[in-house]
């Protein structure tokens, strides 16, 4: 996470959206979580001209092919309310995606039976991807349940943070594991703290992923306005040495 205090002081709080998918549709498959599953996350930015509704419409279309799949586990929603790097992004056009599969082989398998539909090509249209991962927690024995994950209702919010390693110049991979774990234990510390999960992806080892869950909007701005908080992040070197330089932003839960 890439924190710009400044920026921080003007974060303005905005109301939890409401997705237009029905809350109460359950996923085919309902196996326990297991340490194979697979984890999608696609960050897309809606095309220019291109009307949110429709884009809604399309989207929930399309999402109902994966979960009548078997072997899809559960689809999330969010969108982002503030953003860390700068981009000049309209979040509003901005939406990001969360879906779980038993394994890759069967993720492989899901995408090839439903690429093709006439949904999945009616919602491709509508959007450019800022990003798109195929994923698994960095700890070979930890277990995602999205069941159970920042869940609509609860008020917290959820951050995404996608790094490409390979874009960091004299890359040192110790002392980059080093100043994250010293920055986490600071992270974890603070009362707003839920779960953090790291990632890696699946194709590209250099792609990693920090997603952070926080008890809710008004306590992480508390927290960031913190000084001995900034002093203690500002101490590890983390934010400095490796900002964020894919995809950046703080999530408000939509499904």
Request: aromatic residues 12%; charged residues 25%.
């Amino acid at each position: 996470m890439q924190i710009n205090i400044l920026s921080i002081l003007l974060l303005c709080l905005l109301s939890f959206n409401s997705c237009d998918n029905d809350d109460d549709q359950e996923p085919t498959i309902t196996e326990s979580v297991a340490t194979e599953n697979v984890f999608v996350l696609p960050i897309r930015k809606i095309k220019e001209g291109q009307d949110i509704d429709d884009f809604k419409t399309k989207r929930d279309a399309y999402v109902a092919t994966l979960e009548a799949e078997p072997g899809t586990l559960r689809d999330r929603e969010f969108q982002p309310f503030f953003e860390f790097t700068g981009s000049d992004l309209d979040l509003s056009r901005v939406f990001v995606g969360l879906t779980s599969f038993q394994n890759n082989d069967i993720f492989a398998q899901i995408g090839d039976a439903t690429g093709s539909t006439p949904e999945a090509a009616a919602f491709f249209a509508t959007f450019d991807f800022i990003s798109f991962q195929v994923l698994q927690p960095l700890d070979p024995n930890e277990k995602v349940d999205l069941a159970d994950f920042a869940n609509l209702g609860t008020d917290q919010v959820w951050e995404v943070a996608v790094r490409d390693l390979s874009q960091y110049d004299s890359f040192d991979q110790a002392d980059y594991e080093t100043k994250r774990d010293a920055y986490l234990a600071v992270l974890a510390a603070q009362d707003n703290f839920v779960r953090e999960v790291q990632w890696q992806s699946i194709s590209d080892p250099n792609i990693v992923v920090g997603m952070t869950i926080y008890k809710d909007a008004a306590s992480y701005q508390a927290v960031n306005q913190d000084q001995d908080f900034i002093d203690a992040y500002l101490a590890t070197g983390f934010l400095q040495n490796y900002p964020i330089n894919i995809y950046g932003a703080i999530h408000n839960v939509l499904k």
